[in-house]
């Protein structure tokens, strides 16, 4: 079975662009998360969608950062306008109600 | 507030030693959810064990075993004989109970404790 599945896996950007992330969830599973990882603040959870709803997005840093879940097997995070300190490796991760998280390989993020 | 602290940051063993990874949370809810996770070099985050919070009995699986302690607030992961694969990060994470309509565990990670096992 495919597991969840991020791309892009790495990703370089200059400062200012704009940048989406993109992930597809386990088949069937109905929660959806956003975390991300730096070696300062480990790992953060940004976001988490339940039946395609967001549910609490209090761990979003600003405004600047939005994401989306238009179906039960996509979702993206958005960074407009990207900076330097957005650096780190965003994963995703989903799971069944009840049952634990799966997570995706990662997307390792350098805004220069 | 919940909070996760594995106070080793960094463990060297050689190959076949045992080690044990710290984990000691904090959190004001009675019922909750306690799991390690490992992140290998190659950057994936792998569930290993979830307990709850009602269930102190340790639990063994092949050469990984965990010790859960609410006394103390701890759940510690025990690796005996380590092997080289054995070398990641670490991460011991809470999650509160799932709440009706919160559909999944939401948790927080501590910082991790990266494994080196020298051959």
């Known amino acids: 079975d495919a597991g969840v599945i991020q791309s892009p896996r790495h990703e370089v950007t200059e400062m200012g662009q704009e940048v989406t992330l993109r992930c597809k969830p386990i088949s069937g599973h109905n929660s959806l998360f956003w975390y991300r990882q730096t070696m300062m603040r480990g790992l953060e959870l940004l976001i988490y969608f339940n039946n395609n709803v967001p549910i609490d997005d209090s761990g979003m840093p600003e405004d600047r950062f939005s994401a989306k879940m238009p179906n039960a097997s996509f979702s993206t995070l958005k960074i407009q306008p990207s900076e330097p300190r957005d650096s780190a490796v965003y994963f995703c991760a989903s799971s069944l109600t009840g049952r634990p998280l799966h997570f995706g390989n990662g997307t390792r993020l350098t805004v220069t | 507030a919940q909070k996760v602290t594995q106070a080793q940051t960094e463990i060297s063993v050689v190959e076949k030693e045992d080690v044990t990874l710290d984990c000691v949370y904090e959190t004001r809810d009675t019922t909750y959810y306690l799991f390690w996770y490992k992140q290998p070099p190659s950057g994936e985050l792998v569930f290993l064990i979830r307990?709850?919070?009602?269930?102190?009995q340790n639990e063994i699986s092949g050469r990984y075993s965990w010790n859960f302690q609410k006394s103390t607030s701890s759940f510690n992961f025990t690796i005996t004989a380590s092997q080289v694969v054995d070398s990641a990060v670490y991460f011991c994470?809470?999650?509160?109970?799932?709440?009706?309509?919160?559909?999944?565990?939401?948790?927080?990670f501590g910082k991790g404790t990266k494994l080196s096992v020298i051959p």
């Open positions: 307990r709850n919070s009602f269930d102190e």
């Open positions: 994470a809470l999650s509160e109970a799932i709440g009706s309509g919160a559909g999944s565990y939401q948790l927080t």
